[in-house]
């Protein structure tokens, strides 16, 4: 059975919590194309693969994501809409930390994402916007 956009995409944006969370940082690039853009108000936004690149690493190294951090993204009420080799989705997400006493829910936001159907078929992220919750 061939997959559908709809569900290519909801497996590209798994597939990103998880290599975001415990993976390699070349599967994390993968996600993206290699113009993509990473919002993260209230700073600049992170430019191309490259930029993406040294986030992940000083997220890594500063231990707050990454394997070993104990920390895992979920997300919830992801709604993809298709237009061609182009695509939108907007989802919920929750950063969770696991700790000795149990989980620990640390942020809330949505993520406010455009696709692009790259060069080789596979949808890839072309735009995030992460918006964090008042509060959160």
């Not at 194309?33 to 997220?59: H, I, K, M, N, W």
Request: overall charge negative.
């Amino acid at each position: 059975m061939h997959e559908s956009d709809h569900d290519e995409i909801r497996n590209l944006l798994a597939r990103l919590a998880q290599v975001t969370d415990t993976g390699e940082i070349d599967e994390y690039l993968d996600c993206f194309t290699a113009d993509a853009v990473l919002e993260v108000p209230p700073g600049p936004p992170f430019e191309g693969r490259a930029a993406l690149e040294q986030r992940a690493r000083s997220t890594r190294e500063e231990g707050r994501l990454g394997p070993g951090s104990h920390v895992r993204h979920a997300l919830t009420t992801i709604v993809v809409t298709v237009d061609g080799d182009e695509a939108t989705s907007r989802s919920v997400w929750q950063l969770i930390k696991v700790t000795g006493s149990g989980p620990e829910l640390m942020r809330i936001g949505e993520y406010r994402d455009r696709l692009r159907r790259d060069g080789d078929g596979r949808w890839r992220l072309a735009n995030r916007q992460l918006l964090a919750e008042a509060g959160a």
